[in-house]
């Protein structure tokens, strides 16, 4: 499997007992189906469902699938509201991720966990998004 971005061979690591592939080159990583929610940290939701629950196929990215190799992979936004890019491939469902973003999903997971009113998340996010 080769790096979407370097075409370097990605090479085999262990995260939290998952075993996946990463660049050398570039620090990327990928990961298969279902394995994003077993390396980033625990939360009650179910992360992978929620940033993908409402991908817009219209947001190609650059990068070609590593597993597909012929499939162009989609951006999609971590938890659908992040300003976390993941590139997802439709085809296998692995998803990429640059270098730095799982260390971005895991302080956003954090974030989440440590919010005791889940609503007033929403909220903040809403305001976030109001043009002024
Ligand atoms: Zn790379
Ligand atoms: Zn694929």
């Keep these: 499997m080769k790096c979407p971005n370097c075409n370097v061979e990605l090479s085999v690591k262990e995260i939290e007992d998952v075993n996946v592939h990463l660049c050398s080159a570039c620090s990327g990583i990928f990961l ?9 940290h625990p939360t009650a ?12 196929k ?6 070609l699938c590593p597993i597909c190799e012929t499939e162009k992979m989609i951006d999609v ?11 997802y491939c439709r085809k296998c ?14 302080a956003e997971i954090d974030k989440l966990n440590n919010d005791v009113e889940p ?14």
């Design 32 to 40: 298969h189906e279902g394995e994003l929610k077993k390396i980033t």
């Design 45 to 56: 939701g179910d992360i992978e469902y929620s940033s993908l629950a409402n991908i817009d």
């Design 58 to 63: 219209n947001r190609v990215s650059e990068l």
């Design 77 to 87: 936004n971590f938890g659908s509201y992040s300003d976390i890019i993941m590139n």
């Design 93 to 106: 469902s692995g998803i990429w991720l640059d270098k730095g973003d799982l260390k971005k999903i895991n």
């Design 119 to 132: 609503w007033e998340h929403s909220f903040r996010v809403f305001l976030a998004k109001l043009p002024f």
